[in-house]
């Protein structure tokens, strides 16, 4: 059963775009509202764009740890992510329309990659 997501601060957006990332689009008049970073089940902090947390698997990987425990939508944050720096997810902007995929559209290629 996945834990709600508990927000625990104010968007880290300045009128309606994310400042920290270069290629970052605005989400200004598109409709989609900037979220608040949000705790996930493991009491890591998605969305604060510190990109470290104490609780993150990444901050304590060993042999052991399965990379399977960072898999799923509570490890996506839904307005400040990489991925909206792609042209694809720019152009939806511009034309004012939602992605009507999930987050991650290929099963074995980064599609990102190359765009932060």
Partial sequence: MEKK????????GINETLPHQIEAPSFKGTGIKMEAPFENSHEVIIGDSLYSSENSPLENWS???DPEIMAG???VHP???IGWNTSENQDLLER???????P???P???????TD
């Fill in 96 to 102: 004012k329309k939602k992605p009507q995929g999930s």
């Fill in 79 to 81: 307005t400040n992510d």
């Fill in 5 to 12: 997501k508990k927000y625990v601060g104010k968007s880290i």
């Fill in 63 to 65: 042999t052991e740890t």
């Fill in 73 to 75: 939508d509570e490890w």
């Fill in 104 to 106: 991650f559209m290929h």
């Fill in 108 to 114: 074995t290629h980064d599609v990102s990659r190359g």
